[in-house]
């Protein structure tokens, strides 16, 4: 990577990664691994979905009562990594975290499918102890009698056969957005002399979103 070459800004240059990726067929592209602190400093992660970005943040869902939830209500900071190894690539991304409106929770939550919209209601206490599978599967029976699917039974397109709305957003259940202040772009070279170059942005009063300009850096391997 070539500091003359980069944009100025690390979303430009996250997208176009990021096209790359989808065009070389990797599974799961937009898979993340979400790292999290309790209000102690415990440190957790996990690997979540991306879905959605743009400048006011990297965006996923969960259940906000899960062990990730209980985090960012403690310490509302995370950091991601986005682990492209097949194409020798690697985004960091790390700052504070804040909620989705519900509104745009819900607009998400309609474009599930439906089985995974029931799942979300059988696993109410994500993180929780269960005492085994069978209650987890009889909790999504239940839902599942609650909220019948309208289509079952029915051609696509048939009239009556959209279910977007019969399973409502569970009041536990949101989505998150990541505010970067940094952005860490990795690219693998040879004899371990690779190419890291970060993005970083300090808060500043009365800037877009709360932020100040970009500036670029190139760190060491």
């Known amino acids: 990577m070539s500091e003359s070459a980069l944009p100025s800004d ?17 599974a799961e592209p937009n898979a993340m691994v979400l790292a999290t602190a309790s209000g102690d400093g415990v440190p957790s992660a996990r690997l979540v979905l991306l879905k959605g970005y743009g400048p006011q943040g990297f965006r996923f869902f969960t259940n906000l009562g899960s062990h990730k939830g209980h985090d960012l209500a403690e310490n509302p900071r995370a950091a991601l990594v986005f682990p492209w190894h097949p194409l020798y690539r690697q985004v960091r991304v790390a700052g504070p975290v804040a909620e989705l409106t ?71 259940w949101g989505g998150y957005r990541v505010v970067p202040e940094s952005i860490e772009f990795w690219q693998g070279r040879r004899d371990r002399l690779h190419d890291r ?25």
Do not use: K
């Open 197 to 221: 170059i970060r993005y970083r942005r300090e808060a500043v009063a009365g800037g877009a979103d709360g932020f100040g300009e970009w500036t670029a850096e190139r760190l060491s391997p």
């Open 10 to 26: 690390p979303l430009a240059l996250f997208a176009a990664w990021f096209a790359d990726v989808h065009a070389a067929g990797l």
């Open 102 to 172: 519900r509104d745009e929770s819900a607009a998400y939550f309609r474009t599930r499918p439906y089985g995974s919209r029931l799942g979300a209601w059988a696993s109410e206490h994500q993180s929780g102890v269960i005492r085994g599978r069978d209650e987890l599967e009889r909790r999504y029976a239940e839902v599942a009698a609650r909220w019948p699917d309208p289509a079952a039974g029915q051609p696509p397109g048939a009239p009556g056969g959209d279910d977007a709305d019969v399973v409502p957003l569970p009041g536990f």
